[in-house]
């Protein structure tokens, strides 16, 4: 049993049921004793006790690092919810304790001295928000460390990440197929390395499906929901022109994109494909359905929860991995066969 059952037996998102069961602020009293009262009828570990079968060996930390907020925001809870519960199954079936580390910072110097404070025994850093110059300042730790949800291929680092590259291919592939010979892609003026990732993916994707990549090929959006929509608002009323399909970097960004195209009068996909990514729950129940990428996100987490693991009861050095893992196209609503 994990976080999705018990959210769906208490009625309450999956976010309420985290921040109830990691003893964090925003939950009644009541909703709190209900949820903990329904994770011990269905065996669930909550974070905090001992694992009953095992002595625990100490704790393992997922520090989720915000740097600015605008990428790890309330619009992605449901896609980290998932992590965290595959990799607290793991790391507790492993006899070790789980803790959440929420941290936003300024400083990474600052932030590595509070995660080394806290002594746990290994880390699992969610990287979504890191740069380049902040994962590298990560072998400052002195405890083993996996970065989660992010990856640059120059840093000899353990990173488990999705396939970016790959997934976008699929999208420009699949958009091709359909009739596209424009496609466009809307990305984030906040830069993330998976967002450079599907960047730099959707350029070699273009030239491999013989079409033209330019300056007008990518359309630029504020993050979250609220940005996406205001950016994109912004540029039709500026009258740029569209291409035949865009291909958004997230989810969130398509739902914000598809309502500024609805409010000018675009019918999608009759007038524009679009094309998402992370294949939240909210992109199967939108009108028209949006087609996205699938990350698997749950075995993300409990392969970045084993790779630490495995780090920690290794007798000798080895050196870094990086393991990228394949998601898959969700065909819906929002691509449309051209003749």
Same mark, same amino acid.
């Given at each position: ?25 925003? /939950? ?6 209900? %949820?903990?009262?329904?994770?011990? @009828?269905?065996?669930?570990? $909550? #974070?905090?006790?001992? !694992?009953?079968?095992? $002595?625990?060996?100490?704790? %393992? ?9 605008? %990428? ?17 199954? $793991?790391? &507790? ?12 910072? @300024?400083?990474? @110097? ?8 806290? =002594? ?8 979504? @928000?890191? *740069? ?14 996996? $970065? ?22 699929? /999208? ?5 197929? *359909?009739?596209?010979? =424009?496609?466009?892609m809307v990305t984030s003026t906040i830069k993330s390395g998976n967002i450079l990732m599907r960047e730099r993916g959707f350029e070699q994707a273009i030239h491999a499906n013989g079409l033209t990549f330019g300056a007008e090929s990518l359309f630029s959006v504020e993050p979250s929901f609220i940005g996406a929509y205001s950016s ?5 009323? +500026?009258?740029? +022109?569209? #291409? =035949? ?14 309502? !500024? ?8 996909? &009759? ?16 009108? #028209?359905?949006?087609?996205? %990428?699938? /990350?698997p996100n749950r075995q993300i987490g409990r392969m970045a929860a084993q790779a630490l693991l495995d780090k920690l009861s290794a007798k000798k050095v080895y050196k870094p991995v990086c393991t990228l893992v394949h998601g898959s196209l969700i065909a819906r609503d929002t691509v449309m066969r051209r003749a």
């Amino acid at each position: 049993m994990g976080i999705k059952e018990i959210a769906e037996r208490a009625g309450v998102s999956k976010t309420t049921v985290s921040l109830a069961l990691n003893g964090h602020k925003g /939950v009644s009293n009541e909703t709190r004793m209900q %949820i903990l009262a329904l994770a011990k @009828e269905l065996d669930y570990r $909550v #974070p905090g006790e001992r !694992a009953i079968t095992h $002595v625990s060996q100490g704790f %393992i930390m997922f520090a989720r690092l915000k740097k600015h907020g605008l %990428i790890l925001n309330h619009d992605q809870s449901s896609f980290i919810m998932d992590y965290i519960d595959s990799i607290n199954h $793991v790391v &507790r079936d492993s006899g070790y304790t789980f803790e959440i580390f929420d941290y936003s910072f @300024e400083s990474m @110097e600052q932030c590595l001295k509070e995660i080394q404070s806290r =002594q746990p025994k290994g880390v699992i850093v969610l990287g979504t @928000e890191l *740069s380049e110059e902040d994962v590298m300042k990560l072998t400052g730790l002195a405890i083993p460390y996996v $970065v989660l949800d992010t990856y640059f291929d120059q840093i000899p680092c353990d990173f488990i990440d999705m396939a970016n590259t790959t997934a976008v291919f699929s /999208v420009v592939n699949h958009l091709h197929e *359909s009739g596209h010979n =424009q496609i466009g892609m809307v990305t984030s003026t906040i830069k993330s390395g998976n967002i450079l990732m599907r960047e730099r993916g959707f350029e070699q994707a273009i030239h491999a499906n013989g079409l033209t990549f330019g300056a007008e090929s990518l359309f630029s959006v504020e993050p979250s929901f609220i940005g996406a929509y205001s950016s994109m608002k912004e540029l039709l009323l +500026s009258h740029r +022109s569209l #291409p =035949q399909a865009l291909f958004c970097y997230n989810d969130v960004a398509a739902f914000g994109v598809i309502k !500024a195209l609805k409010e000018v009068g675009y019918v999608i996909p &009759r007038d524009i494909s679009i094309v998402g990514f992370d294949d939240l729950p909210m992109s199967s129940m939108m009108d #028209p359905h949006l087609t996205s %990428i699938k /990350v698997p996100n749950r075995q993300i987490g409990r392969m970045a929860a084993q790779a630490l693991l495995d780090k920690l009861s290794a007798k000798k050095v080895y050196k870094p991995v990086c393991t990228l893992v394949h998601g898959s196209l969700i065909a819906r609503d929002t691509v449309m066969r051209r003749a």
